[in-house]
């Protein structure tokens, strides 16, 4: 007999806002949203990344979290360089486009695994090392967060960055 948590739903809307970046995070869509082409490989003054480093490696850690997420045959890439891109510059528009469209593409599949009622969130990922979905889910929102303010911060170092 399954015992049916009350607080399920509500646990879920929390991750599901986390994930988003709500609270005191920055938001993906305004940390890309309008950075000039230019400007997207510089890395600033005694900063290691780039825009474009942080975007990708933002997209390949999430990338990463989700699969192994849900899928039992998945492999991580070696770390560190599976993780980062090899350029601090995107070789082309496109490829800066398409990096943001595949990360809101996966972080969507993130937020519907955690919505789904189906998905339990507090089983041990049967692949893993006693990983949960729960966890994963927090892992990923934290990850993106962490990133995102230092996107943030390029931004402001570049001066192309917009307080609200």
């Excluded at 039992?72 to 070789?91: F, I, L, V």
């Excluded at 189906?118 to 990850?143: C, F, P, V």
């Amino acid at each position: 007999m399954t015992i049916k948590d009350p607080h399920d739903k509500q646990l879920r809307q929390h991750v599901l806002y986390l994930l988003d970046g709500g609270g005191a995070h920055a938001r993906f869509n305004d940390g890309v949203k309008d950075m000039p082409e230019e400007l997207r490989g510089v890395r600033p003054n005694a900063f290691p990344h780039s825009a474009w480093m942080l975007l990708e490696h933002l997209r390949l850690a999430q990338w990463d979290i989700l699969e192994f997420s849900r899928n039992s045959k998945y492999e991580s890439p070696k770390w560190p360089e599976g993780y980062w891109p090899k350029t601090a510059s995107p070789p082309s528009a496109p490829a800066w486009n398409k990096s943001i469209q595949q990360f809101r593409k996966d972080l969507k599949a993130m937020q519907d695994l955690v919505a789904n009622p189906k998905t339990d969130l507090y089983a041990s990922i049967s692949w893993g090392e006693g990983q949960t979905i729960l966890r994963e889910a927090l892992l990923l929102a934290d990850h993106n967060a962490y990133h995102l303010g230092q996107l943030v911060d390029v931004r402001r170092l570049l001066r192309v960055w917009k307080e609200s």
